[in-house]
């Protein structure tokens, strides 16, 4: 498969201008200068990104200029410190992967599709000339299969603006389910050269979001081992998420999950991106600090066997906080074991 060069490992930087409270002080303190090397350190070549579209525009889709001013000194101090950078476009007008935050409308709504491909147009005018060390996902985690070919549409209309702009920068597209892996085979035959499939991994979900608050059944006391077997991860997601876990049901119920799982649960994925010629990148994966410290380590170490086996790029959720933060001091005691599998 395609080999996506400098982006092989990175961190995410969930929470700055994402998933938050959008105010100076939060964009001054959550993320600082100083981080950056220590991501480097710990032996990453990227970030990525995470951008909620009230950063960079108002409510009337107009630009706002200090926005963009932070978005050009995350990108600065990632040069600075060797690494790339992935500019995510984590929730627009009109759409976002939670309902909690309101936004519909995007896939049916001309007025939200002409915002996207604008505000698109404003980022490309102003990070298109820094296409060597620098790529663009166009939207986080659609939601709904039922999107599927709006969102083919959509995203080939945008990239098209782009290449207007920018025509060598990569452009990452995910797919419906969230990113899932299942949805990259109805994507969109990659547009150019420069395009790259998007996929996220935080199966089996039921651990990773074990005792999970914001996921309806699942019970906030909720806890299951990585030593569980398949037959009590899927009794137990069956409980927790009113449904099974994906790839669970092909394994056998005494078993136990192994790397296996994680390489038949990407495979399909990585075909298709070998056969249409594109890399293929996990925007996203990570284990909730519901789990144990030691836990992760082990769910790491599985996952990272299959991304190397197929020569997939990827960004672990996430640096700070978040749930799912790899500084945390939680981590402390597996942190420098665990950095060698992201």
Not at 67 to 88: F, K, P, Q, T, V
Not at 201 to 222: D, I, K, R, S
Request: one cysteine or more; proline letters at 4%.
């Amino acid at each position: 498969m395609k080999i996506w060069n400098g982006y092989q490992k990175g961190i995410n930087l969930g929470g700055w201008f994402s998933q938050c409270v959008h105010t100076e002080e939060h964009y001054d303190t959550f993320v600082t200068a100083e981080d950056f090397p220590i991501i480097k350190r710990w032996g990453a070549d990227h970030v990525r990104v995470p951008v909620d579209y009230e950063l960079l525009e108002d409510s009337a889709g107009e630009p706002i200029e200090s926005g963009y001013e932070r978005l050009e000194r995350a990108a600065s101090l990632c040069r600075a410190a060797g690494l790339n950078m992935i500019i995510d476009l984590h929730k627009a007008a009109g759409f976002s992967f939670d309902p909690n935050e309101g936004e519909t409308g995007f896939f049916v709504n001309e007025a939200y599709q002409e915002r996207f491909y604008s505000l698109w147009e404003r980022i490309a005018g102003r990070f298109g000339r820094y296409s060597g060390t620098l790529a663009f996902e166009l939207l986080n985690e659609v939601t709904e299969k039922e999107y599927c070919a709006a969102w083919n549409r959509i995203s080939n209309e945008c990239i098209r603006r782009i290449r207007a702009i920018a025509p060598e920068v990569k452009i990452l597209v995910g797919g419906y389910w969230h990113n899932s892996a299942a949805a990259v085979k109805d994507l969109a035959m990659p547009y150019d050269g420069n395009i790259v499939y998007n996929f996220h991994c935080y199966e089996p979900l039921v651990f990773t979001h074990q005792g999970a608050y914001w996921m309806p059944p699942m019970e906030t006391g909720f806890r299951i081992p990585i030593t569980a077997t398949v037959g009590e991860m899927d009794e137990a997601g069956r409980r927790m998420l009113a449904g099974s876990c994906a790839g669970l049901d092909k394994l056998p119920k005494g078993s136990k999950l192994t790397s296996d799982f994680f390489e038949d649960f990407m495979a399909e994925a990585a075909r298709v991106a070998e056969e249409r010629g594109v890399p293929l990148y996990c925007g996203e994966y990570g284990v909730i600090d519901c789990a144990s410290p030691e836990d992760t380590l082990e769910w790491y170490k599985m996952i990272n066997a299959a991304f190397l086996k197929y020569g997939i790029g990827r960004a672990a959720w996430s640096y700070r906080r978040m749930d799912f933060g790899l500084s945390d001091a939680r981590m402390d005691g597996v942190r420098e074991e665990l950095l060698r599998f992201i």
